[in-house]
């Protein structure tokens, strides 16, 4: 997978390039990143990368020209004049950013992330140069960078390869809409409680159970939200009911 990020400080990037899954995926080439800075693309000798906004108001924009033509040289450059590829825009306007979301980003060959900085960037642009807007949530950062990185640490989780134990995405928190359930290692004693019984027991169907089973309560106890968007088969509903009954019975 190939991914071009227009941001003003590539430095920031090291954080999910050089550390970690997303660290040794670069460097296995299984993804390649690579930096445009609007900075590189200024004609005046102070490089000025922001403007004033028109009507006044706090604050500055990004530069026009300098983001349209970073922009234009990372589309170039991942796409290599090949088809198109996708331009997404990190801002807190766009929906906010999940687990579905990311895997059709992660199917994507190529992708162009664009980080605004000051007050963003000016409205024509969005129209004529970005394909998506996307957000890291309800709230404002300084600039696109984090979310850009949240991103780009999430599709790379999905390049084959990337994980150690191809299996652990499957069976990630949202992978199949529900929440991961409880997890335990050593010591078998902790806080004067102990792990469940069950999870000792090497009957690979009795914890493939109590793991669904917990893995439904715990969407129940946190994320109610995301139980109202599912179908739940059978089994599902059978196992769902006995948590709560047995949460209840405890309370
Ligand atoms: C200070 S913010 C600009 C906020 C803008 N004036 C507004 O109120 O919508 C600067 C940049 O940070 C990025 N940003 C801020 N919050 C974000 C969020 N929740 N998700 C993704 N990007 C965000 C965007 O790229 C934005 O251009």
Redesign the pocket.
């Known amino acids: 997978m190939q991914i071009g990020v227009v941001t003003l400080f590539p430095e920031m990037f090291a954080a999910v390039t050089e550390f970690g899954i997303s660290g040794r995926a670069v460097k296995n080439g299984l993804v390649t990143v690579d930096f445009w800075n609007p900075r590189n693309f200024t004609a005046d000798k102070h490089r000025t990368v922001d403007d004033k906004p028109f009507g006044g108001g706090p604050?500055m924009l990004?530069k026009t020209e300098p983001l349209v033509a970073s922009i234009r040289a990372a589309r170039a450059a991942v796409s290599q004049g090949q088809h198109a590829c996708k331009v997404i825009?990190?801002?807190?306007?766009?929906p906010?950013?999940n687990q579905a979301k990311i895997t059709e980003f992660a199917s994507q060959p190529e992708l162009v992330l664009?980080?605004?900085?000051?007050?963003?960037?000016d409205s024509r642009i969005l129209d004529v140069e970005i394909d998506e807007?996307?957000?890291?949530?309800?709230?404002?950062?300084?600039?696109?960078?984090?979310?850009?990185m949240a991103l780009l640490d999430a599709v790379i989780r999905f390049q084959p390869g990337s994980l150690g134990d191809e299996d652990s995405a499957r069976y990630d928190s949202f992978a199949n809409g529900l929440l991961h359930s409880p997890e335990y290692t050593r010591p078998q004693s902790f806080a004067g409680q102990q792990v469940p019984e069950v999870l000792l027991s090497g009957d690979h169907e009795a914890i493939r159970v109590w793991r669904l089973k917990n893995s439904l309560g715990t969407t129940w106890l946190k994320r109610p939200d995301l139980l109202q968007a599912l179908n739940l088969d059978r089994e599902q509903q059978e196992l769902l009911e006995q948590f709560i009954n047995e949460y209840k019975s405890r309370q």
């Open positions: 604050g990004m825009y990190l801002s807190p306007q766009g906010v950013l664009v980080c605004g900085r000051y007050q963003g960037i807007e996307c957000s890291l949530g309800d709230f404002v950062l300084s600039g696109g960078e984090l979310a850009a």
